[in-house]
């Protein structure tokens, strides 16, 4: 088994960077990649399984995959991920359908029965960190764009801030009165304001710096346009969703010069990373708890 572990976390690592540097260099994520991974996790557990006549390394498939693949197609219909990452989760749970057991001689992680659900967890954790990362760069890139409109948005909601922090004073007394411990309360207390304030950071970068008009000559499939796209009198794209190769094909027959997309962060390597924290420390949310 040590032979097919070590293969499938080769080639998990292998994609992961061919989907990292393919999203850094073209914005997409090679559909290739992921087929490969997916045809040959199965395949390789699949024979692994007729050799040693113990289905249970092929079976482990069940446990997460169709749970993952319900997760991965709503982070996808959510527009929280391209199509890309969700077919890149979907062949790293494939291929890391069980944890390498041989890593358990050099780390001790956390819950690492249902592997891919750890994977999934730490992404969310770790890209949550990554996209504020990521933001803040593109912001201060574009801050001359950005700075202006962040604080209009904020003198504006002036009165949802006052609102928001009175509400947070009241309901600290009351947690002080009842003697929970203070850092509790403290962050019970600040935690809306903080998540107030990175929400109107986050759409103002996107708002600022994310929306752009392209020429449809840089027009790719995948792209999320802003606007209904009409050829021959009839809508051949939907404004907020994703283009297909079909659509695109059609747009660039039409007598159009430019559209507005909003464009995606680089989110492939925090997968990368998250892999990595995976296989070391297991699931981040226990020791968050």
């Not at 890309?84 to 890391?96: E, N, Q, R, T």
């Not at 710096?209 to 027009?219: A, E, G, M, Q, T």
């Not at 404004?239 to 007598?255: E, F, P, S, V």
Request: proline share 3%; aromatic share 14%; glycine share 2%.
């Amino acid at each position: 088994m040590f032979e097919i572990e070590l293969i499938l976390i080769l080639l998990a690592f292998i994609v992961t960077i061919i989907a990292v540097i393919s999203d850094i260099k073209t914005t997409e994520v090679p559909d290739y990649a992921n087929y490969f991974l997916i045809f040959s996790a199965v395949s390789l557990r699949v024979l692994y399984s007729l050799a040693a006549k113990d289905w249970s390394f092929t079976l482990a498939i069940l446990y997460s995959s169709p749970i993952i693949f319900i997760l991965a197609s709503t982070m996808y219909y959510l527009k929280q991920w391209g199509g890309g990452d969700a077919k890149l989760l979907i062949s790293l749970s494939l291929a890391l359908a069980t944890y390498p057991s041989f890593f358990l001689n050099f780390f001790s992680p956390k819950n690492i029965f249902a592997f891919p659900i750890t994977i999934f967890t730490n992404i969310l954790i770790i890209g949550a960190v990554y996209s504020l990362v990521y933001a803040s760069f593109i912001a201060f890139r574009n801050r001359k764009k950005f700075s202006k409109p962040f604080y209009e948005i904020l003198r504006n909601k002036f009165k949802l801030q006052a609102s928001i922090i009175t509400i947070i004073i009241f309901i600290a007394i009351i947690l002080t009165i009842t003697g929970i411990p203070k850092v509790i309360i403290f962050m019970i207390s600040i935690s809306p304001i903080v998540f107030f304030y990175i929400y109107i950071f986050i759409k103002t970068v996107e708002v600022t710096c994310l929306i752009k008009r392209i020429p449809i000559s840089k027009l790719m499939e995948g792209d999320l346009i802003l606007e209904n796209i009409v050829y021959k009198n009839k809508i051949i794209h939907k404004k907020n969703q994703d283009l297909t190769r079909k659509q695109l094909n059609l747009i660039k027959m039409a007598n159009i010069e430019t559209v507005r997309i909003k464009q995606g962060i680089i989110f492939t390597p925090a997968f990368l990373i998250s892999l990595i924290i995976s296989l070391i420390f297991g699931n981040l949310f226990l020791y968050l708890i």
